[in-house]
């Protein structure tokens, strides 16, 4: 099996049209036809419905997707990085991180190490939930990722045991509200059993949902919430707040601007704050120069 027939896969799966994706492709179209059927002979399943019009992916073919869409995006970063090896250039590091990071902690982090030419942003993470960052750097997708991490007690499903990591920060998750056309906050904690206050959730069993949760848990007095909609990003929650749709917890750093400008209060004191680090993982697997001389020059590992 050849790269280029993945490649081809991948064309016609967008394309869902035989000449379309051989002109994309640069070849005739009996060509990249037979390549097709070499594919699908090769991997023993039919993975075209050419019954269809447009065409349309069998079950396999769609599975088979998936795997083309990995295997090529691993063969070009790794592509990349050979030919700047061979070129004799310093290899960049690769830092997965959440969205809600960008913005402001990571150049803030960067200028404060002097890394900003060693590292660069895989923008391709901002939108992998927290599991998605431990198998990247399994699989060396990414060098580094960055991850908000409670720092009270938390059950979490998710495997770092083959990763080590660097505390680089911390955070806290504050409950904010937005206030309506009267200038009254929208939604204010901790709510009652008649009356429970709107919130805007991130998914229970997430990173940032399970910090939430189990910081409520931890509180002698009980909170009343009712799940106006469930969000993996913050960003998107934010937008929801500012909205008046109801309460939820956003890190300090999104929102500074908000609570100083009153667009945003908060919506309970300090003791419904969550605190947070700001965890540097990497995999205890993966090593090469440049990595390994930055994570000696960060405090002493944790595993």
Known sequence: MEIRWLEDFIAL?????FSRAADEQHVTQPTFSR????LE???GVTLINRQ???LSLTPAGEEFLTLCEQVTDRVRLTRDRVREISAGQQRRIMVAAPQSLLPQFLPEWLAATGWQERIQPYLRATGWAASDYFQALGRAECDLAICYWPIG????DIDTSACTYRVIGHERLIPVTGLDANGTPCALLPGSRQHPTPCLAYPKRGLLGSAVKAHL?????STYLTAQSENLYAAGIKELVLLGYGMSWLPERNIAAELSNGTLIRAGDSRWDVPMELRLYRHQNQHHAELDSLWSELAPPRN
Do not use: F, S
């Not at 799966?13 to 049209?17: E, K, L, Q, V």
């Not at 390549?35 to 070499?38: A, N, V």
């Not at 848990?217 to 007095?221: C, E, S």
């Open 13 to 17: 799966a967008r394309t869902r049209h």
């Open 35 to 38: 390549r097709i059927k070499l």
């Open 41 to 43: 002979e090769e991997m």
């Open 52 to 54: 269809t019009l447009p």
């Open 153 to 156: 007690r938390c059950d979490l």
């Open 217 to 221: 848990a931890r509180l002698p007095q």
